[in-house]
């Protein structure tokens, strides 16, 4: 092995362990491919050439923190990402629930800088238009506190707010003199953002009856995997929803948790404890 290699053996634990007491980040949750492609982009990006030349640079220089924490808890998200996803919880699933009682509680796990509980905001405040005594409350969580702070400022560049319809746009959003769109205040109340470790094992709120968490276990280890899918069970309220990314999967340890309820789009219910 050349010294100096990204893959010195030594320097990258050491790397892993910096993050982890820094950022307080867990990468052993993470598949250590994805860690060591983060890294990578990162060392690309401060021309450095090895773990412990990257790592030394960081010590050196503070300021890399923020865009290493970016790297690591991937910020991909848009407005109805999967429209048949968002199709089927406005036109099936929130109305599910609606029938069982007038009030219901999401968590939108991995929300990023808010579009996808924006987008959960939106179909909300278009039922509870039609029908008063609706009302609703999703709890948006991420580990990054930076993406949350913008999510919870609800602006938005041109470019991604233009991917919604007209009408979306002229009821839920409001064009400012910068050129950017806010969105307005009656879809902001219905949102609480605050961070959270989907590592910590703990939900941030029970008796939940939807959870979204998308696109997000797709970079963790299959046991992180199967701990996250049993929180999730727990925090949910009796045949509670869970939807994933298209691309996600349950494990054969924890799949009896959970009944299918449209393949697909990888849209499940909460199953009895067994």
């Known amino acids: 092995m050349i010294k100096g290699s990204p893959e010195m053996p030594d320097d990258f634990p050491l790397l892993k362990r910096y993050v982890e007491q820094t950022l307080k980040i867990q990468c052993s949750s993470y598949k250590e491919d994805y860690i060591k492609r983060r890294f990578l982009s990162r060392m690309r990006s401060t021309n450095t050439t090895s773990y412990g030349e990257y790592l030394r640079y960081v010590r050196a220089h503070p300021a890399e923190l923020e865009p290493l924490r970016n ?3 991937i910020n991909v998200t848009e407005f109805f990402r999967d429209k048949e996803v968002f199709d089927c919880i406005r036109t099936t699933i929130i109305p599910t629930i609606f029938a069982r009682r007038k009030r219901i ?6 929300c990023s800088t808010g579009e996808e509980p924006y987008s959960l905001a939106m179909i909300l405040a278009d039922m509870m238009a039609q029908n008063k ?12 506190e930076v993406v949350l702070a913008k999510a919870k400022t609800g602006i938005f560049a041109e470019n991604i707010v233009k991917k919604l319809r007209n009408t979306q746009i002229q009821r839920h959003f409001t064009l400012l003199p910068s050129g950017d769109y806010e969105v307005k205040q009656q879809v902001k109340d219905l949102i609480r953002f605050r961070p959270h470790d989907l590592m910590s094992g703990v939900p941030p709120v029970r008796f939940l009856d939807l959870i979204t968490c998308r696109n997000v276990t797709i970079y963790f280890t299959e046991n992180q995997k199967d701990l996250l899918a049993r929180m999730f069970h727990s925090a949910l309220s009796h045949e509670g929803f869970y939807v994933m990314g298209k691309t996600e999967y349950l494990g054969k340890q924890v799949d009896g948790l ?3 309820f449209d393949t697909a789009h990888k849209i499940f219910i909460k199953s009895p404890q067994p």
Request: include cysteine.
């Open 71 to 73: 790297a690591l808890t």
């Open 105 to 110: 509680w999401i968590w939108c796990a991995g």
């Open 133 to 144: 005594e609706l009302s609703g409350q999703i709890t948006a969580t991420d580990i990054d």
């Open 258 to 260: 959970f009944t299918p």
